[in-house]
C-alpha cells in the first residue's frame, strides 16, 4: 500500500514514536535510515497538541512507511477548545491519518486540572466515534477515573490502544476486557520492572503492539540516551523473551495488531 520502510531485519512496527518533536530536526533522515537499516516497517507518529498534530500529518505525507494520528494530551487539555476540536475533526479527514490521540489522563504530573482532563477525554472519545477511528490512550496514576471515563463513554467502535503500558495485572484485564490493544514500551527492560515484566509475559501475545515513545523511554542498553525508532527492535526481543518465542513472532503478531488495528498494510501491500 505504501511503499514504506522495507525490513533489512525482523519487520517491527514502531507504533508509537514523537518524530514531530524538535529535537529531531536536525537529523531525521537519518533517524529514519536508522530505523529502516533496523527492520523496522512502518512509525506511528502521534500528536500531543495541534502544532503536533500538523507536523504529524506533514511528516507522514513526506516519509514513505510513515502514519499519522491527531489529537491532544492531558498535558495540554486547557488548549482543547471547540476550535481545536473542529481543526482536529479536518485532520482526521487526511488518508495517512488513523488514530486520535494520544489522548488521556494523567495524575502523575498534574500539568492540567483533572476535571479538564476528563472533559478532553470524553470529548477525543467522541471524535474517535464520529471519525471511526481508534484512539491512543495515554494513562499515568489515573486507572480508575480512565477505566471508568471508557465504561461510561465506551470505545469506538474502531477500538484502540493503551499506550506505553505501565500497570498491575487488575488493569491489563480491564484493558483487555473493552477490546484495548496494549503498548509495550521501553521500561519493560528497566532494571526496577521485574512486576511489569511479569504483567507482559502473562497477555496474550496477539493484543500487544511495541513501540518507543520516542524520543522518551530508551529501553536498555540505550536508557539515558534520546530513543528513536530503531530501538523497538530491542523492545520487541524482550517481548519475544518473556514469551518464549521468537523475534520474528513478535514481529508478526504486533504488526498484526497494528494493521488490523489501524486499518493499514505496512507489509506486502
Known amino acids: ?32 535510515a536508522r530505523a529502516r537499516e533496523a527492520g523496522v516497517v512502518a512509525i506511528l507518529i502521534p500528536g500531543y497538541d495541534l502544532p503536533s498534530s500538523r507536523e504529524a500529518v506533514r511528516l ?21 477548545t471547540d476550535a481545536a476540536l473542529a ?3 479536518a485532520l482526521l479527514k487526511h488518508p495517512r491519518v488513523v488514530g486520535v490521540g494520544e489522548c488521556g ?28 477511528r481508534p484512539i491512543i490512550l495515554h494513562n499515568r496514576d489515573s486507572d480508575a477515573d480512565l ?8 470505545l469506538p467502535e474502531a477500538g484502540g490502544v ?16 473493552m477490546g ?42 540505550y536508557r539515558g540516551r534520546r530513543n528513536e525508532p530503531a530501538h523497538v527492535v530491542t523492545v520487541a526481543e524482550c517481548v519475544a523473551l518473556l514469551h518464549g518465542t521468537t523475534l520474528d513472532a513478535v514481529a508478526n503478531a504486533t504488526t498484526a495488531r497494528f494493521e488490523t488495528l489501524f486499518g493499514v498494510r505496512v507489509v506486502g501491500g
Open 1 to 32: 500500500m505504501n511503499g514504506g520502510l522495507r525490513p533489512q531485519a525482523a519487520g517491527v512496527v514502531d507504533s508509537h514514536a514523537h518524530l514531530n518533536h524538535e529535537g529531531y530536526q536536525p537529523d531525521l533522515d537519518a533517524v529514519i
Open 105 to 132: 489522563l494523567d495524575y502523575y504530573r498534574d500539568l492540567s486540572p483533572r476535571d479538564v482532563q476528563q472533559r478532553v477525554l470524553r470529548a477525543h472519545l467522541a471524535l474517535a466515534r464520529e471519525a471511526n
Open 180 to 221: 484495548l490493544a496494549i503498548g509495550v514500551a521501553g521500561q519493560v527492560t528497566f532494571k526496577n520492572a521485574s512486576a511489569l515484566r511479569e504483567v507482559i509475559a502473562s497477555l496474550p501475545l496477539e493484543r500487544l503492539m511495541v513501540e518507543t515513545d520516542s524520543p522518551y523511554l530508551a529501553p536498555v542498553p
Open 147 to 154: 477505566t471508568r471515563i471508557l465504561r461510561e463513554e465506551g
Open 87 to 89: 481543526e482536529l475533526r
Open 60 to 80: 507522514s505525507e513526506r516519509l514513505p512507511g510513515v502514519y499519522a494520528s491527531v489529537g491532544i494530551h492531558p498535558h495540554d487539555a486547557e488548549t482543547c
Open 162 to 177: 493503551l499506550h506505553c503500558f505501565s500497570g498491575d495485572a487488575a488493569l491489563a484485564a480491564e484493558a483487555l476486557g
